[in-house]
T-cell receptor, first 112, second 114 residues
């Protein structure tokens, strides 16, 4: 069974640009969650999607948005990038709840 | 305000001995707790979990203990092996909409010395 895949793995952008990250969940998993990991703040919850609907959202500004497609694949978008957005962005999938979320390898975003 | 705290950023243990990683939480609504292990350049990997209706869960070398009155949980690894060297994250979730998100601690880096 293939794991959670995230593309791209590495990304370099400049301030003010926007970026779209992609996540393909494990086959059969309908829930996709996104997390931001930084050295200072650890892993912080961004949002969670289930059956194309956002069920929960963390405390991030509106520049961070996401969506989920009918095949459960998910994208995350960050507009007007700031230096502080540099982080590892992790996607996790599960059957439908937080029980045993399976994480992808992450996308390392660097904002210059 | 951090709702899940791992107060030890790092821990070193001799191979074969017990590793004890600790985690404290402040939100009394949390009812499910998980431990994840993370190697560099990889995503976190689920290790073991425990529901608030239990006080202990065991899986091979890994045991998680939950003390609800103290809002404290711990992960015991016995015996510790060099391959256990990684960053360990404690995570928690709550009922309702809270069950759809994990709140993580900042992690403890475990080094198992051969």
């Amino acid at each position: 069974k293939a794991g959670v895949t995230q593309t791209p793995r590495y990304l370099i952008k400049t301030r003010g640009q926007q970026v779209t990250l992609s996540c393909s969940p494990i086959s059969g998993h309908r829930s996709v969650s996104w997390y931001q990991q930084t050295p200072g703040q650890g892993l912080q919850f961004l949002f969670e999607y289930f059956s194309e609907t956002q069920r929960n959202k963390g405390n991030f500004p509106g520049r961070f948005s996401g969506r989920q497609f009918s095949n459960s694949r998910s994208e995350m978008n960050v507009s007007t990038l700031e230096l502080g957005d540099s982080a590892l962005y992790l996607c996790a999938s599960s059957l439908g709840s937080t029980l045993e979320q399976f994480f992808g390898p992450g996308t390392r975003l660097t904002v210059l | 305000d951090q709702q899940v705290k791992q107060n030890s950023p790092s821990l070193s243990v001799q191979e074969g001995r017990i590793s004890i990683l600790n985690c404290d939480y402040t939100n009394s609504m949390f009812d499910y707790f998980l431990w994840y292990k993370k190697y560099p350049a990889e995503g976190p990997t689920f290790l073991i979990s425990i529901s608030s209706i239990k006080d202990k869960n065991e899986d091979g070398r890994f045991t998680v203990f939950l003390n609800k009155s103290a809002k404290h949980l711990s992960l015991h690894i016995v015996p510790s092996q060099p391959g256990d060297s990684a960053v360990y994250f404690c995570a928690a979730s709550g009922p309702g909409a809270g069950s759809y998100q994990l709140t993580f601690g900042k992690g403890t880096k475990l080094s198992v010395i051969p």
